[in-house]
Structures are given as structure tokens and as C-alpha cells.
């Protein structure tokens, strides 16, 4: 078509038209730009990300002299600071089967009555074995060192073996700093196996578990409402099967298919159960109770005054001294409680009253009330002490009457 018939057809003019045909693009309107004020710090914010490449942008600032707005800097490092920062890169892991099962502490939050009109946030234990990813789950009523391994037995129990190696981070209650503590070792040394704790700020050491954490949030936990610890554990007992028959991407099998596997390749459990929840020995006071986790435990008060052997595990406290059980009470995970056995309160009752009988009869009678007491004239006592006796005063009659 001739330029007047696309100027005309169209509505333009004709050398609109013609400088449209001579270019390559739509032509636009173009301006140069005017450039920003942190091109001029570029240079000195490269030399600090050269020498800190996590330097804070406020600090950056700082050094450099920046008096502007804050959000055009923190932009311009934002874009320069993945060239200077090195990179850690997390490999790809393969795992044999019986290998590791890797353990962690996840907080469901404040969701678990656990006494009238008080919800608690008691931790749940994960552990989910590396090789098949089958997820094994259990709620703890805290997070000392006895709980943490009584939870690992109660788990590797219902699982059917022990695996080389038990993959922790720097929980407190298994060790700090890579040493673990008294309990955690026993437990280890019991079963014949290997506690090892990550690095710390090390996430990728046990990804496995943490992602079983994740899907616990999002799939266990959205519409659900529990009665006490005990149906937050039936609850979650009921739901693990479903859990382990989905698809793993990483494997593309079930867990609970390939945890056959899994299971066969690991050690048989110790023909002796190791040593877990909490244990002491203390002497029982006059008030017949014994502390655990925060709460007191009322005991048989025959045992007073004798040393009693107290063992608190994940649902009961038992008592006993000598061999001889002495007290048992479910355990309870609130703090500061009394749990008392109305059984203990009539002993008590008992044992107080023929103790204020005995001491009764060894007093002897009580002096008659109203009854006249002799009063010895001080006289007396100037003569043992050998004082001049003063001049006779007149004194009133006194009577002390008791």
C-alpha cells in the first residue's frame, strides 16, 4: 500500500508513516537514563563486600557515609552482594538401608490441655528412618535427657531395630558442643549404636526429619482439637499409617513398603531394656511428698524419714523403696501440682494421731488450771549472790495463777 493510503486508513500522518517504515521496531518514546545517587558509593560498597560479604546494609552505610534514603542502598547491595558472598552447596546424600534414623524436637504449639483451663506446648519427638523415610512420631511431656531417650526406645520399639547411627542437632537434653550427656550415652552404649549431633546452623545434616516436621504441621495438625496428651497420641498413632503409604518423591516408593527393607538391615534390639525416663533417690520429708519435673507426689507415710527410690516415666510415676512399690500415680504434665493418693492422707491421719497420743503419755499430767504457784522471795537471791539485802519494802501478796 502507498504511504497516503496507510496514513489514511489508519488516521496518521504521512511522515508518522514513513518514519515508522524506516525503523526495525514500534517507535517509542526513549530517554537517557539519569543515573542514581549510590553509583558513586558503588566502588566503596564493592571493597567492604570484598573483604564482609555479610556485612549488614546499615553498617555498609555507615562506613561509607550514606545520608539518603536507606531503601535505594539496601537495593543497590541486595543486587551486589550474591557476587561476593561464597556459595554452600548441599550435596545430594544416598543412604543404605539400617543405616541412620534421624531424630528432632517439633513444637505444636500451645494445644494440649494437660490440667483445667491450661493448654501446654510439650514437644514432639520425630524420628523417621533415613533409607525408606518412614516417619515415627510420639508426644513427650518435656524435653530432659530422661524423656528424650525413654521417647527414642518407646519409637525404635515399635519399629523393631536399632540403627548404626542416631542423627541429632544440639538439643540440650542429648549433649552441647558434641558431648553428650550421662543419659544419652547409656541409652547409645545399651543398644549398641552411635548418637551423632550436627553442626550447628546445619539444617541439611538431617533434612529428612525436618521436612517430616514440616509435613506433620501442614497435614496432621489443621482442624484438629485434643482432650489431653494421652488422645494427642492416639490421634497421632491413628494418622502415621495414612502418613507412610504416600508416595516419596525422592525414593518413589511407600515407607511403609520399603521400611521392610529397612528394618531387616538394622541391629535387633538389646535382649536388656537401657535405662530411661527419670530416676533419684531422695529422703522422704515429714510432708510424705517427692518432687518430679515441678509437681509433687504424695508417698506412703511409713516411709518417712527413709530413702526412696522415685523413677518418672512417660505416663507414670512410681515409687518404691527397697523393692517395695510405695507409690503410683499417673504422670502429669503440668507444673506445679499436687498429686495425692487419698489413701496416703488417711495413713497420714493415723500415724499423726497415735504420734500426739504417745507424746501425751510421756509429758505426764498437765497442772491444774487455776491451781497456786509459789513465789520466791528475792531476798533469796541477794543471799546466793551475796548482796546487802535492801531495806523491807511493803509489798502486795502476789498470786500467780496458771
Known amino acids: 500500500m502507498p504511504v497516503k493510503a496507510i496514513a489514511r486508513r489508519l488516521g496518521l500522518a504521512r511522515n508518522t508513516v514513513r518514519t515508522a517504515l524506516t525503523c526495525d521496531e514500534p517507535p517509542a518514546y526513549q530517554r537517557a537514563p539519569a543515573g542514581s545517587r549510590v553509583d558513586g558509593f558503588e566502588p566503596a560498597i564493592r571493597a567492604l563486600l570484598t573483604q564482609f ?35 554452600d552447596p548441599a550435596d545430594r546424600t544416598t543412604y543404605v538401608a539400617g543405616e541412620i534414623v534421624q531424630c528432632d524436637l517439633w ?67 542429648i549433649g552441647s558442643h558434641r558431648r553428650l550427656t550421662v543419659g544419652a550415652r547409656s541409652f547409645a552404649g545399651t543398644l549398641g549404636t552411635r548418637i551423632y549431633q550436627a553442626a550447628p546452623r546445619d539444617p541439611e545434616t538431617k533434612g529428612v526429619v525436618e521436612r517430616a516436621n ?18 494427642y497420641n492416639t490421634q497421632l498413632a491413628g494418622w502415621l499409617p495414612k502418613a507412610n503409604t504416600r508416595i516419596l518423591r525422592r525414593t518413589g516408593q511407600q515407607p511403609g513398603m520399603r521400611v521392610v527393607e529397612d528394618a531387616a538391615a538394622m541391629r535387633a534390639l538389646p535382649p536388656v531394656a537401657p535405662a530411661v525416663g527419670i530416676t533419684t533417690r531422695v529422703r522422704l520429708g515429714r510432708d510424705y511428698y517427692v518432687r518430679v519435673a515441678g509437681n509433687d507426689y504424695s508417698v506412703d507415710p ?11 516415666g512417660l505416663d507414670h510415676v ?67 549472790f551475796g548482796l546487802p539485802s535492801p531495806p523491807p519494802v511493803a509489798r502486795p501478796n502476789l498470786q500467780v495463777v496458771r
Open 318 to 384: 512410681v515409687v518404691t523403696c527397697t523393692g517395695i512399690l510405695v507409690a503410683s500415680h499417673k504422670r502429669c504434665w503440668a507444673t506445679h501440682q499436687n498429686i495425692t493418693d487419698p489413701a496416703h492422707v488417711v495413713a497420714a491421719a493415723e500415724l499423726r494421731g497415735a504420734y500426739q497420743a504417745r507424746t501425751a503419755a510421756t509429758r505426764g499430767p498437765a497442772v491444774a488450771t487455776g491451781a497456786e504457784v509459789g513465789q520466791r522471795s528475792l531476798s533469796h537471791y541477794d543471799e546466793v
Open 107 to 173: 513444637f505444636p504449639g500451645k494445644v494440649v490441655p494437660v490440667a483445667p483451663k491450661v493448654l501446654a506446648a510439650p514437644p514432639v519427638l520425630t524420628m523417621v528412618a533415613a533409607y525408606s523415610g518412614f516417619i515415627m512420631a510420639t508426644l513427650l511431656p518435656s524435653r530432659t535427657t530422661g524423656d528424650l531417650v525413654a521417647g527414642m526406645w518407646r519409637l525404635l520399639t515399635g519399629l523393631g531395630g536399632v540403627p548404626k547411627m542416631l542423627v541429632w542437632d544440639n538439643e540440650s537434653g
Open 53 to 87: 560479604p555479610d556485612m549488614p546494609a546499615t553498617v555498609i552505610a555507615e562506613r561509607i557515609g550514606w545520608e539518603h534514603s536507606s531503601s535505594s542502598l539496601r537495593a543497590r547491595i541486595a543486587l551486589l552482594r550474591p557476587s561476593y558472598r561464597p556459595a
Open 302 to 312: 511409713h516411709m518417712i524419714g527413709r530413702f526412696v527410690d522415685v523413677h518418672a
Open 214 to 231: 514440616g509435613f506433620l504441621e501442614t497435614s496432621f495438625m489443621p482442624g484438629r482439637s485434643f482432650a489431653s496428651p494421652g488422645d
